[in-house]
Protein backbone atom coordinates (compact mmCIF):
# COMPACT_ATOMS: atom_id res chain seq x y z
CA UNK A 1 0.00 0.00 0.00
CA UNK A 2 1.64 3.44 -0.88
CA UNK A 3 2.04 6.08 1.92
CA UNK A 4 2.71 9.33 2.01
CA UNK A 5 5.07 9.14 5.58
CA UNK A 6 6.51 12.78 7.16
CA UNK A 7 8.62 12.96 10.01
CA UNK A 8 7.47 16.54 11.22
CA UNK A 9 10.54 16.90 13.53
CA UNK A 10 13.78 18.45 11.92
CA UNK A 11 16.87 16.56 11.86
CA UNK A 12 20.20 17.36 12.17
CA UNK A 13 23.20 17.50 8.92
CA UNK A 14 25.58 15.95 11.32
CA UNK A 15 26.29 13.02 9.68
CA UNK A 16 28.30 11.88 12.38
CA UNK A 17 25.29 11.88 14.70
CA UNK A 18 23.79 8.97 16.37
CA UNK A 19 20.57 10.65 16.29
CA UNK A 20 20.68 11.62 12.52
CA UNK A 21 21.77 8.27 11.24
CA UNK A 22 19.37 6.28 12.95
CA UNK A 23 16.71 8.70 11.38
CA UNK A 24 18.16 8.33 7.87
CA UNK A 25 18.66 4.29 7.95
CA UNK A 26 15.05 3.84 9.71
CA UNK A 27 12.90 5.77 7.58
CA UNK A 28 15.06 5.76 4.32
CA UNK A 29 14.46 1.88 5.07
CA UNK A 30 10.84 2.24 5.48
CA UNK A 31 10.86 4.62 1.96
CA UNK A 32 12.17 1.00 0.36
CA UNK A 33 8.79 -0.32 0.63
CA UNK A 34 6.89 2.19 -1.74
CA UNK A 35 6.43 4.60 0.60
CA UNK A 36 7.45 8.65 -0.15
CA UNK A 37 8.77 9.24 2.99
CA UNK A 38 9.74 12.85 4.07
CA UNK A 39 12.15 13.62 6.16
CA UNK A 40 13.35 17.37 7.12
CA UNK A 41 16.79 18.76 7.48
CA UNK A 42 18.81 21.12 9.54
CA UNK A 43 21.75 21.97 7.84
CA UNK A 44 24.28 24.73 8.33
CA UNK A 45 26.27 24.78 4.91
CA UNK A 46 26.35 22.86 1.74
CA UNK A 47 29.12 20.49 2.62
CA UNK A 48 26.49 19.20 5.45
CA UNK A 49 23.71 18.83 2.68
CA UNK A 50 26.12 17.13 0.27
CA UNK A 51 26.99 14.95 3.40
CA UNK A 52 23.81 13.91 3.86
CA UNK A 53 22.82 13.76 -0.23
CA UNK A 54 25.80 11.29 -0.66
CA UNK A 55 24.64 9.30 2.40
CA UNK A 56 21.08 8.67 0.36
CA UNK A 57 22.49 7.97 -2.75
CA UNK A 58 24.93 5.16 -1.67
CA UNK A 59 22.30 3.56 0.78
CA UNK A 60 19.97 3.12 -1.75
CA UNK A 61 17.00 4.35 -0.39
CA UNK A 62 14.49 4.76 -2.88
CA UNK A 63 11.47 7.14 -1.96
CA UNK A 64 13.48 9.17 0.61
CA UNK A 65 12.52 12.69 0.05
CA UNK A 66 14.92 15.29 1.79
CA UNK A 67 13.37 18.85 2.94
CA UNK A 68 16.70 20.97 3.62
CA UNK A 69 15.48 23.94 6.35
CA UNK A 70 17.34 27.72 6.17
CA UNK A 71 19.49 28.38 8.64
CA UNK A 72 17.39 31.09 10.58
CA UNK A 73 15.44 31.68 13.60
CA UNK A 74 13.65 28.78 15.12
CA UNK A 75 10.08 30.19 14.88
CA UNK A 76 10.97 31.40 11.37
CA UNK A 77 12.48 27.67 10.66
CA UNK A 78 9.62 26.01 12.06
CA UNK A 79 7.17 28.04 9.87
CA UNK A 80 8.84 27.21 6.70
CA UNK A 81 8.97 23.80 7.88
CA UNK A 82 5.26 23.96 8.50
CA UNK A 83 4.89 25.42 4.93
CA UNK A 84 6.77 23.21 3.09
CA UNK A 85 5.00 20.12 4.49
CA UNK A 86 1.74 21.90 3.46
CA UNK A 87 2.76 22.28 -0.18
CA UNK A 88 3.51 18.41 -0.25
CA UNK A 89 -0.03 17.34 1.27
CA UNK A 90 -1.41 19.25 -1.02
CA UNK A 91 0.31 18.31 -3.98
CA UNK A 92 -0.03 14.70 -3.03
CA UNK A 93 -1.86 12.04 -4.29
CA UNK A 94 -1.17 9.03 -1.76
CA UNK A 95 -4.80 8.22 -0.75
CA UNK A 96 -2.88 7.55 2.85
CA UNK A 97 -0.81 9.82 4.88
CA UNK A 98 1.04 9.55 7.95
CA UNK A 99 2.27 11.98 9.99
CA UNK A 100 5.11 11.25 12.92
CA UNK A 101 6.13 13.48 15.44
CA UNK A 102 9.03 12.25 18.47
CA UNK A 103 7.67 14.61 20.75
CA UNK A 104 4.59 16.37 22.45
CA UNK A 105 5.66 19.93 21.29
CA UNK A 106 4.59 19.00 18.31
CA UNK A 107 1.41 17.30 18.67
CA UNK A 108 -0.34 20.59 18.15
CA UNK A 109 0.55 21.43 14.74
CA UNK A 110 0.32 17.98 13.63
CA UNK A 111 -2.94 17.82 14.68
CA UNK A 112 -4.01 20.88 12.56
CA UNK A 113 -2.21 18.96 9.48
CA UNK A 114 -4.19 16.06 10.14
CA UNK A 115 -7.43 17.59 10.58
CA UNK A 116 -7.25 18.84 7.17
CA UNK A 117 -5.74 16.52 5.36
CA UNK A 118 -7.27 13.55 6.71
CA UNK A 119 -3.91 12.34 8.13
CA UNK A 120 -3.18 9.59 10.71
CA UNK A 121 -1.05 10.53 13.28
CA UNK A 122 1.88 8.22 15.16
CA UNK A 123 4.32 8.93 17.65
CA UNK A 124 7.84 7.22 18.22
CA UNK A 125 9.21 7.44 21.59
CA UNK A 126 12.57 7.93 22.51
CA UNK A 127 14.61 9.24 25.36
CA UNK A 128 12.45 12.48 26.17
CA UNK A 129 9.29 10.41 25.82
CA UNK A 130 8.69 9.91 29.88
CA UNK A 131 8.29 12.41 32.80
CA UNK A 132 11.48 13.13 34.68
CA UNK A 133 9.10 12.90 37.41
CA UNK A 134 5.42 11.69 37.99
CA UNK A 135 2.18 14.54 38.93
CA UNK A 136 -0.85 15.79 37.76
CA UNK A 137 0.25 18.54 35.36
CA UNK A 138 2.95 16.07 33.88
CA UNK A 139 0.98 13.02 33.57
CA UNK A 140 -1.79 15.40 31.74
CA UNK A 141 0.64 16.58 29.04
CA UNK A 142 1.67 12.77 28.35
CA UNK A 143 -1.45 11.16 28.81
CA UNK A 144 -2.70 14.09 26.01
CA UNK A 145 0.04 13.11 23.50
CA UNK A 146 -1.25 9.58 23.94
CA UNK A 147 -4.96 10.16 23.93
CA UNK A 148 -4.54 12.14 20.66
CA UNK A 149 -2.41 9.69 18.35
CA UNK A 150 -4.00 6.92 16.25
CA UNK A 151 -1.22 5.03 16.70
CA UNK A 152 2.07 5.31 19.39
CA UNK A 153 5.82 3.34 18.07
CA UNK A 154 7.72 2.51 21.69
CA UNK A 155 11.47 2.03 20.86
CA UNK A 156 11.47 -0.18 24.12
CA UNK A 157 9.41 -2.99 26.02
CA UNK A 158 10.76 -0.65 29.49
CA UNK A 159 8.62 1.97 28.25
CA UNK A 160 5.32 0.37 28.14
CA UNK A 161 5.77 -1.22 31.26
CA UNK A 162 6.85 2.26 32.84
CA UNK A 163 3.43 4.16 31.53
CA UNK A 164 1.49 1.11 32.58
CA UNK A 165 2.47 0.87 36.10
CA UNK A 166 1.44 4.95 36.21
CA UNK A 167 -1.65 4.03 35.05
CA UNK A 168 -1.59 5.73 31.40
CA UNK A 169 -4.08 5.00 29.21
CA UNK A 170 -2.07 3.33 26.18
CA UNK A 171 -5.41 1.89 24.15
CA UNK A 172 -4.49 3.19 21.14
CA UNK A 173 -3.09 0.81 18.39
CA UNK A 174 1.03 0.26 19.30
CA UNK A 175 4.27 -1.24 18.74
CA UNK A 176 7.37 -2.23 20.27
CA UNK A 177 10.30 -1.50 17.89
CA UNK A 178 13.58 -0.85 18.78
CA UNK A 179 16.11 1.41 17.02
CA UNK A 180 17.75 -0.48 14.08
CA UNK A 181 21.06 -1.76 13.32
CA UNK A 182 23.26 -2.61 10.41
CA UNK A 183 23.93 -6.05 11.79
CA UNK A 184 26.20 -6.79 8.97
CA UNK A 185 28.53 -4.20 9.75
CA UNK A 186 28.87 -4.89 12.89
CA UNK A 187 28.72 -8.43 12.64
CA UNK A 188 32.71 -8.22 10.97
CA UNK A 189 34.15 -6.58 13.84
CA UNK A 190 37.32 -9.09 15.28
CA UNK A 191 37.02 -9.61 18.80
CA UNK A 192 40.12 -9.98 21.07
CA UNK A 193 41.43 -12.99 22.21
CA UNK A 194 40.74 -13.43 26.34
CA UNK A 195 44.26 -15.55 26.22
CA UNK A 196 46.39 -12.10 25.79
CA UNK A 197 47.15 -8.94 27.73
CA UNK A 198 45.74 -6.78 28.06
CA UNK A 199 42.57 -7.78 28.09
CA UNK A 200 40.82 -4.86 26.25
CA UNK A 201 37.20 -2.66 27.87
CA UNK A 202 35.68 -1.15 25.41
CA UNK A 203 32.68 1.55 25.91
CA UNK A 204 31.96 3.75 22.83
CA UNK A 205 29.04 6.76 23.17
CA UNK A 206 28.42 9.88 24.89
CA UNK A 207 29.31 11.26 27.91
CA UNK A 208 25.98 12.46 28.75
CA UNK A 209 25.12 12.52 32.94
CA UNK A 210 22.39 9.88 32.75
CA UNK A 211 24.71 7.71 30.26
CA UNK A 212 27.19 7.06 34.15
CA UNK A 213 30.30 7.02 32.49
CA UNK A 214 32.33 7.40 35.70
CA UNK A 215 31.00 3.64 36.81
CA UNK A 216 32.97 1.91 34.01
CA UNK A 217 36.34 3.91 35.63
CA UNK A 218 35.78 3.33 39.14
CA UNK A 219 35.08 -0.43 38.21
CA UNK A 220 38.48 -0.32 35.91
CA UNK A 221 39.92 0.68 39.38
CA UNK A 222 38.59 -2.57 41.19
CA UNK A 223 39.91 -5.28 38.27
CA UNK A 224 43.83 -6.15 37.75
CA UNK A 225 46.05 -4.10 36.36
CA UNK A 226 46.02 -6.34 32.88
CA UNK A 227 42.65 -5.06 32.26
CA UNK A 228 42.87 -1.97 30.04
CA UNK A 229 39.97 0.58 28.95
CA UNK A 230 39.40 1.95 25.84
CA UNK A 231 36.64 4.50 25.43
CA UNK A 232 35.69 6.76 22.10
CA UNK A 233 33.24 9.32 22.60
CA UNK A 234 32.00 12.93 24.20
CA UNK A 235 32.00 15.69 21.07
CA UNK A 236 34.29 16.15 18.63
CA UNK A 237 37.56 18.45 19.35
CA UNK A 238 35.92 18.99 22.66
CA UNK A 239 38.71 20.26 25.32
CA UNK A 240 36.03 19.71 28.16
CA UNK A 241 35.87 15.72 26.72
CA UNK A 242 39.47 15.39 27.33
CA UNK A 243 39.59 17.11 30.73
CA UNK A 244 36.74 15.05 31.94
CA UNK A 245 38.12 11.99 30.92
CA UNK A 246 41.51 13.16 32.32
CA UNK A 247 39.38 13.69 35.80
CA UNK A 248 38.37 10.21 36.09
CA UNK A 249 41.71 8.74 35.00
CA UNK A 250 43.05 10.93 38.10
CA UNK A 251 40.39 10.53 40.64
CA UNK A 252 40.70 6.46 39.91
CA UNK A 253 44.12 6.54 39.66
CA UNK A 254 44.30 4.94 36.53
CA UNK A 255 47.17 6.21 34.61
CA UNK A 256 48.63 3.64 32.04
CA UNK A 257 45.68 1.73 32.05
CA UNK A 258 43.27 4.03 29.73
CA UNK A 259 43.10 4.68 25.84
CA UNK A 260 41.16 7.88 24.95
CA UNK A 261 40.42 7.88 20.90
CA UNK A 262 38.20 11.07 21.24
CA UNK A 263 35.37 11.19 19.17
CA UNK A 264 35.08 8.70 16.69
CA UNK A 265 33.28 8.95 13.50
CA UNK A 266 30.44 6.35 13.24
CA UNK A 267 31.70 5.27 10.29
CA UNK A 268 34.83 4.06 11.33
CA UNK A 269 33.66 3.01 15.00
CA UNK A 270 33.98 -0.54 13.85
CA UNK A 271 37.73 -0.97 12.78
CA UNK A 272 38.82 1.59 15.51
CA UNK A 273 37.71 1.19 18.61
CA UNK A 274 35.37 -2.10 18.22
CA UNK A 275 37.77 -4.27 16.90
CA UNK A 276 40.35 -5.36 19.42
CA UNK A 277 38.50 -5.32 22.47
CA UNK A 278 37.51 -8.42 24.44
CA UNK A 279 34.72 -7.08 26.47
CA UNK A 280 32.13 -4.37 25.51
CA UNK A 281 30.28 -1.87 28.34
CA UNK A 282 27.51 -0.31 28.87
CA UNK A 283 26.99 1.61 32.08
CA UNK A 284 23.90 3.30 32.80
CA UNK A 285 22.66 5.60 35.63
CA UNK A 286 19.34 5.25 37.91
CA UNK A 287 17.88 8.38 35.77
CA UNK A 288 13.96 7.45 34.92
CA UNK A 289 15.83 8.04 31.22
CA UNK A 290 18.40 5.31 31.69
CA UNK A 291 16.14 2.89 34.07
CA UNK A 292 13.19 3.13 31.63
CA UNK A 293 13.05 5.69 28.53
CA UNK A 294 15.82 4.85 26.44
CA UNK A 295 16.40 2.23 23.93
CA UNK A 296 20.34 2.38 23.92
CA UNK A 297 21.66 1.68 19.94
CA UNK A 298 24.83 1.12 21.28
CA UNK A 299 23.66 -2.01 23.21
CA UNK A 300 22.02 -3.25 19.74
CA UNK A 301 24.85 -2.67 18.05
CA UNK A 302 27.02 -4.35 20.66
CA UNK A 303 24.73 -7.37 20.62
CA UNK A 304 25.27 -7.64 16.76
CA UNK A 305 28.98 -8.17 17.24
CA UNK A 306 30.69 -11.70 18.21
CA UNK A 307 32.80 -10.01 21.59
CA UNK A 308 30.76 -10.40 25.40
CA UNK A 309 28.84 -7.37 26.65
CA UNK A 310 28.54 -6.32 30.13
CA UNK A 311 25.60 -3.85 31.06
CA UNK A 312 23.56 -2.67 33.90
CA UNK A 313 20.48 -4.24 35.01
CA UNK A 314 17.86 -1.90 33.84
CA UNK A 315 14.46 -2.33 32.55
CA UNK A 316 15.47 -0.75 29.22
CA UNK A 317 18.61 -2.87 29.32
CA UNK A 318 16.47 -6.22 29.60
CA UNK A 319 13.83 -5.04 27.08
CA UNK A 320 16.21 -5.23 24.43
CA UNK A 321 17.82 -8.58 25.35
CA UNK A 322 16.72 -11.76 26.67
CA UNK A 323 18.72 -14.40 29.73
CA UNK A 324 21.61 -16.14 28.72
CA UNK A 325 22.91 -13.33 26.33
CA UNK A 326 24.54 -10.33 27.41
CA UNK A 327 26.20 -10.14 31.02
CA UNK A 328 24.06 -8.03 33.41
CA UNK A 329 25.01 -6.07 36.53
CA UNK A 330 23.98 -3.93 39.20
CA UNK A 331 24.56 0.07 38.99
CA UNK A 332 27.72 -0.45 41.20
CA UNK A 333 31.04 -0.06 40.69
CA UNK A 334 32.46 -3.39 42.98
CA UNK A 335 29.37 -5.51 41.20
CA UNK A 336 29.82 -4.07 37.91
CA UNK A 337 33.67 -5.01 38.03
CA UNK A 338 32.69 -8.97 39.36
CA UNK A 339 30.45 -9.22 36.19
CA UNK A 340 33.28 -7.82 33.94
CA UNK A 341 35.72 -10.68 35.67
CA UNK A 342 32.37 -13.69 35.39
CA UNK A 343 32.50 -12.72 31.69
CA UNK A 344 36.35 -12.96 31.48
CA UNK A 345 36.35 -16.54 33.25
CA UNK A 346 33.03 -18.11 31.41
CA UNK A 347 34.06 -21.21 29.71
CA UNK A 348 34.50 -20.90 25.73
CA UNK A 349 31.69 -22.87 24.73
CA UNK A 350 29.44 -21.32 27.75
CA UNK A 351 30.63 -18.04 26.24
CA UNK A 352 29.86 -19.13 22.24
CA UNK A 353 26.06 -19.76 23.18
CA UNK A 354 25.48 -16.54 24.97
CA UNK A 355 27.32 -14.46 21.96
CA UNK A 356 25.13 -16.77 19.15
CA UNK A 357 22.14 -15.79 21.94
CA UNK A 358 22.79 -11.78 21.47
CA UNK A 359 23.31 -12.38 17.63
CA UNK A 360 20.11 -14.14 17.34
CA UNK A 361 18.51 -10.79 19.07
CA UNK A 362 20.61 -8.28 17.34
CA UNK A 363 19.16 -9.68 13.84
CA UNK A 364 15.34 -8.73 14.63
CA UNK A 365 16.70 -5.09 14.92
CA UNK A 366 17.88 -4.73 11.89
CA UNK A 367 17.29 -2.01 9.51
CA UNK A 368 15.79 -3.54 6.58
CA UNK A 369 13.72 -5.60 9.24
CA UNK A 370 12.82 -2.79 11.58
CA UNK A 371 11.47 -1.13 8.56
CA UNK A 372 9.37 -4.48 7.10
CA UNK A 373 7.76 -4.76 10.45
CA UNK A 374 6.99 -0.87 10.77
CA UNK A 375 5.47 -1.35 7.28
CA UNK A 376 3.00 -3.81 8.08
CA UNK A 377 2.10 -2.44 11.69
CA UNK A 378 1.49 1.24 9.51
CA UNK A 379 -0.73 -0.81 7.11
CA UNK A 380 -2.64 -2.02 9.81
CA UNK A 381 -3.15 1.22 11.52
CA UNK A 382 -4.87 3.27 8.06
Known sequence: MKKLIIYFKDVSARIDSGMTLQVLNDYGNLSNFDNFT?????????????????????SNFQNLHLVFLPCTHKIMKSIYLL??????????????KIIVIREKKYLLPARILRLFFKAFLVTELH??????????????????????VNGTLFTNLSQVEYLTHHKYNLSNLKIILPNGVNVASFSKARPFSFKSKPVVLTYTGQFTAWKNVPLIFEALYYL?????LRIA?????????????????????LAGRVDYLGFIHPDELIEKVINGS???????????????????????????????????DTPSVRGLSKPGSIFLAKSNAKEFSKEILNAYKTKSDLLKKRILNQNTIAKKYDFSVRARKYNVWLNELI
Open 38 to 58: VLPISAKNNIEKKQIEDFVEK
Open 127 to 148: ESCLPEKENKILQAKYQKLFSK
Open 278 to 312: SILLLPLGDSIIAQYATSPMKLVEYMATSIPVVAV
Open 233 to 253: GGKENSTLSNLYVNDLISEFS
Open 224 to 228: PKYFH
Open 83 to 96: FRLIVILLQDNHTK
